[in-house]
């Protein structure tokens, strides 16, 4: 089955620091990929969608500085948390869909910023 | 009024019970539904989804879809301690095909 790949499963970085979050698709073409953040007790909230080579579109009040969305491939995209604080410290997902439909979920991303 | 709703829960259920959880979206012309399940600290797992108006059945899950009502929900029958976990109910709306979530209703499932 359709499987993403996502690393790092957890991370711990200083406060001031960027980290980036990687997501492959494994053996299919994502030609969509969707970036959720869920804190503790909450649902995913979706923070970014990218097609593979145009820019991120960001959902409201989503800092499209601070969150940089790289999709270069159709196998790969990145988000890059700049200047990480505290207050990012959350599970962040990442979600590809492919054409005929269907939504693939990575494993998640632990950060933790101290 | 957000676009997915859920009642958080918990939902508590004795084992061998159906448990039945319920969604309500407000984009009147979404097409997909899904629901997922996420036990803590994981991604979410699809259970299933459904498109059209009805009941769709898939071993101990059934989804239904109520579209005039803008009502999706989804019965667990013999639910098993295994089963606790938060259920998310998803909507795909927007550009791009987006899936937008509720906030979850966390099911019990005691022996």
Redesign the interface.
């Known amino acids: 089955g359709a499987v993403v790949s996502q690393h790092p499963s957890w991370v711990i970085c200083k406060s001031g620091t960027s980290v980036k979050i990687e997501c492959r698709s494994l053996d299919f073409q994502a030609t ?1 990929m ?1 970036w ?1 953040r869920q804190f503790p007790k ?5 923070m970014a ?1 990218s ?1 593979e080579g145009s820019k991120a ?1 960001y959902e409201q009040g989503v800092e499209k500085d601070k969150f940089l969305i790289n999709h270069a491939s159709l196998t790969l995209s990145t988000l890059t948390v700049t200047s990480a604080h505290p207050e990012d410290s959350s ?1 962040y ?1 990442c ?1 590809a ?1 492919r054409t005929g ?1 269907g ?1 693939t ?4 991303t ?1 950060l933790t910023v101290v | 009024q957000k676009e997915v709703e859920q009642n958080s829960g918990p939902l508590s259920v004795p084992e061998g019970a159906i448990a039945s959880l319920n969604c309500t979206y407000s984009d009147r012309g979404s097409q997909s539904f899904f629901w997922y399940r996420q036990y803590s600290g994981k991604s979410p797992e699809l259970i299933m989804f459904i498109y059209s108006n009805g009941d769709k059945e898939d071993g101990r899950f059934t989804a239904q879809l109520n579209k005039a009502s803008q009502y999706v929900s989804l019965l667990i029958r013999d639910s098993q301690p295994s089963d606790s976990a938060t259920y998310l109910c998803a909507v795909v709306g927007g550009g791009y095909n987006k899936l937008i979530f509720g906030a979850g209703t966390r099911l019990a499932v005691h022996p």
Request: glycine letters at 14%.
């Open positions: 969509t969707f959720y909450q649902s995913l909230m979706l969608t097609n579109t599970f997902i979600s869909s439909g939504y979920f990575g494993s998640g632990r």
